[in-house]
């Protein structure tokens, strides 16, 4: 999709795996507090590595310029 994702774990573990826009694939585990941001295109997985909550926010609107 042509948008970012953004993650915010309130609780647990969350394991992601990004297969693109990295120069080989990312994986990491994510706790409480954490933000994850995914870029636009990129192949992912998310994994729950310990009972979680998540919130997830997609970012698909462009950048607004506003005049000063």
């Known amino acids: 999709h ?3 994702e ?3 774990i309130t ?3 969350v394991r992601f795996t990004i297969l693109e826009g ?7 585990v994510a706790e409480a507090g954490s933000i994850v ?3 636009p295109y990129a192949k992912h997985k998310i994994e729950v590595v310990e009972a ?13 310029s506003l005049p000063s």
């Open 2 to 4: 042509p948008y970012f």
């Open 6 to 8: 953004l993650y915010y």
């Open 11 to 13: 609780k647990g573990r």
């Open 22 to 28: 990295f120069a080989d694939k990312a994986v990491f």
């Open 37 to 39: 941001r995914i870029p």
């Open 52 to 64: 979680a909550q998540l919130f997830y926010n997609r970012c698909g609107n462009p950048l607004m």
